[in-house]
């Protein structure tokens, strides 16, 4: 495998202090759903995007994609995305998956197994002997214990259930297949696709002695490198079928979640973002590893000496189409916004999974409630609005509990970020003030760290490049009502048993005066 051209972190490398203006970066997004493209100028300007759909196929708690239809969407959206911009200005491309997504290929990259995807729960049998082996490494690195759907314990499931791969064969996470085609040959991994296959962060290798308890080979597993560093260019095939200038520079990326929070830019010590689509999602910046003993938060390795711990709840804004079906939400909202406070102080807990909360706490058995009798379909609604933003209240106080700084700028995004009202809301019940961004899609953040190429900051990429549409301040009298709110909502978590007393005395402590 070729080396990493560059590390423009390493001490000695002399840093650009903010992008080209003129320049223009590729950010290459594989959701679950598609496959994105975003051009970005030095500037933030989004000069084109393009977009193609990816299928999937469930079986029970199986999840796959075809490797090979990544990189077929991919060239079509790059293709389509290119089409006019002069590719002289194009000045290097970083690449986002799915979190946990793996394949296996032979010593020439092509597939030998379909993708097994962030959920795919087929491995649940593995988790424990993953978990015994790695305890020690876990721990370490923060998280404690691996869930099923992570990338090891499925790598653990295709070497025992599968055929024996053949000399030569790799392991694959879905980027890594994308960028072996860009370049033409296998390039390092990077480290944050590497962490769910239990790549050390902290030293910053594969851990070999648990790999060999697992069967798992070393010759197997790829070559890991810090986001950002440079893995090579553009070959000449990949050129043809990618319309990517020849050349330009590749650039090691990051997972989906971490894109999206490049995106809007919460970079900074103790700045969090916040997406709220199907479920809540939070992701944020620290100068130090943050460990959790319920191992409900991680840490994923930033460019820079940062870290960027996160979580993700089974609760979020996907209770409103379980509640609320064929309804127009648009109609509802105007009417909750509308209500007279006293009318406005019932609470949901907004669960969407059957499988229990896994953040801010874990509880296989928790299940939705409502506290206080809403009179109308509206009060209703609100209650669930109310119950995702003391949610999110409780997601910071868990966090703040655990050492991780979260007094930064908070920047909120996702389909729920659309809802005016709701931003209010949450902005109300947090008691602090939050952003906006105008595009914070995981493209426009693989766009800004490949910026970093030249030894560019990623603070200072992304303060050059993300744009914030505008700021939200919270009303301090609608505070204070809604601490009385979240404070019941606290107590009926804890009297259930699924919030520890520890965590919940601290939420007291910090909702006090």
């Not at 790598?155 to 259930?161: I, K, S």
């Not at 490049?262 to 992701?283: D, Q, Y």
Request: proline letters at 8%; aromatic letters at 6%.
């Amino acid at each position: 495998m070729e080396a990493p051209l560059s590390d423009p972190h390493h001490p000695g490398h002399a840093p650009a202090t903010a992008p080209d203006p003129d320049g223009v970066w590729l950010g290459l997004d594989l959701g679950t759903q598609s496959a994105r493209c975003a051009a970005v100028d030095g500037t933030g300007g989004v000069l084109a995007t393009a977009a193609r759909p990816l299928a999937g196929r469930r079986d029970g708690n199986r999840h796959e994609q075809d490797p090979e239809e990544w990189w077929q969407a991919l060239a079509a959206a790059c293709r389509e995305a290119l089409t006019g911009l002069d590719p002289r200005r194009i000045r290097g491309l970083a690449i986002d998956g799915t979190s946990g997504t793996i394949l296996l290929a032979d010593a020439h990259g092509t597939p030998l197994t379909p993708g097994l995807m962030y959920d795919d729960g087929r491995a649940a049998d593995r988790a424990t002997a993953v978990n015994t082996a790695g305890a020690a490494v876990w721990q370490e690195l923060g998280y404690r214990s691996m869930q099923p759907s992570w990338a090891l314990p499925k790598l653990v499931a295709l070497l025992a259930d599968g055929p024996e791969p053949p000399p030569g064969a790799r392991l694959l996470h879905q980027v890594d297949l994308i960028t072996w085609r860009l370049a033409g040959h296998q390039v390092a991994g990077d480290a944050s696709h590497a962490l769910k296959t239990g790549y050390h962060l902290v030293e910053e290798r594969w851990p070999d002695e648990v790999m060999r308890q697992l069967g798992v080979p070393l010759g197997l597993l790829p070559e890991v490198v810090r986001p950002g560093t440079v893995l090579g260019t553009v070959c000449a095939p990949a050129a043809a079928a990618t319309g990517i200038p020849e050349g330009t520079p590749l650039v090691a990326g990051m997972t989906d979640g971490c894109a999206a929070q490049i995106g809007a830019g919460a970079l900074a010590p103790g700045a969090w973002n916040s997406v709220l689509g199907t479920t809540l999602v939070l992701k944020g910046t620290s100068p130090h590893l943050v460990r959790d003993p319920a191992g409900v938060v991680y840490c994923h390795r930033g460019p820079d000496d940062t870290w960027l711990p996160g979580g993700a709840s089974s609760s979020g804004a996907g209770v409103l189409t379980r509640h609320f079906p064929g309804e127009d939400l648009d109609a509802l909202t105007t009417r909750a916004a509308a209500l007279d406070p006293d009318a406005a102080d019932a609470v949901a807990y907004p669960l969407v999974s059957t499988g229990g909360e896994r953040f801010p706490f874990r509880a296989p058995d928790a299940e939705p409630f409502l506290l206080g009798r809403p009179a109308t379909r509206a009060e209703e609604f609100h209650a669930h609005l109310l119950g995702v933003a003391c949610l999110e209240r409780l997601c910071f106080d868990y966090l703040d509990h655990l050492g991780a700084p979260v007094d930064g700028p908070l920047t909120l995004t996702g389909g729920g970020a659309r809802n005016a009202y709701w931003c209010q809301l949450r902005a109300d019940v947090l008691g602090r003030p939050v952003r906006l961004p105008e595009q914070a899609e995981g493209a426009v953040g693989m766009a800004v760290l490949a910026a970093t190429a030249d030894g560019t900051r990623l603070a200072d990429a992304a303060a050059a490049m993300v744009r914030i549409d505008r700021e939200i301040r919270p009303d301090p009298l609608r505070t204070a009502r809604h601490l009385t709110v979240y404070l019941r909502f606290v107590d009926e978590l804890t009297r259930r048993g699924w919030l520890g007393r520890t965590v919940a005395d601290h939420a007291r402590r910090r909702a006090a005066p």
